[in-house]
C-alpha cells in the first residue's frame, strides 16, 4: 500500500490550502484515513482522522478550521484547511489502516508554512 500527498504550499495567514492523499495498492481495503503534522523540533501529533464511514475526529486545534473528507471510490483523502495560522506551519503526513489490520500506513508528508 502506498499512499501519496500533495497540495502543501507557502500561504498567508488566514489562507487556505487543501490537501490530498492517493491510496493505491489496497484494493478498496482502505478503513481509516487521517493526517497528522509535525513542526519543527516537535513530535508528530493528530490533525484529524475519517472512518471509513465518515465519522470524523479533530485535534483541538484545528476545531472550526480544518475538514476532513474521504471519497472511497477514489481511495483519496482531503484534509481542508482554512484561516490558517503561523503555528499551523509543519510537514502534514496522511496514514491510513485497512480493514482488519491495524498496521498503518503512512505517506511522505507535504510541507504547509504558514507566513504571518
Known amino acids: 500500500v502506498q499512499l501519496q500527498a500533495s497540495g502543501g504550499g507557502l500561504v498567508q495567514a488566514g489562507g487556505s490550502l487543501r490537501l490530498s492523499c492517493i491510496t493505491s495498492g489496497a484494493d478498496g481495503s482502505i478503513n481509516n484515513m487521517g493526517w497528522h503534522r509535525q513542526a519543527p523540533g516537535k513530535q508528530r501529533v493528530l490533525v484529524a482522522t475519517?472512518?471509513?464511514?465518515?465519522?470524523?475526529n479533530y485535534a483541538d486545534s484545528v476545531k472550526g478550521r480544518f475538514t476532513i473528507s474521504r471519497d472511497n471510490a477514489k481511495n483519496t483523502v482531503y484534509l481542508q484547511m482554512n484561516s490558517l495560522k503561523p503555528e499551523d506551519t509543519a510537514v502534514y503526513y496522511c496514514n491510513a489502516d485497512r480493514l482488519g489490520r491495524s498496521f498503518q500506513y503512512w505517506g511522505q508528508g507535504t510541507l504547509v508554512t504558514v507566513s504571518s
Open positions: 475519517i472512518t471509513r464511514g465518515r465519522r470524523t
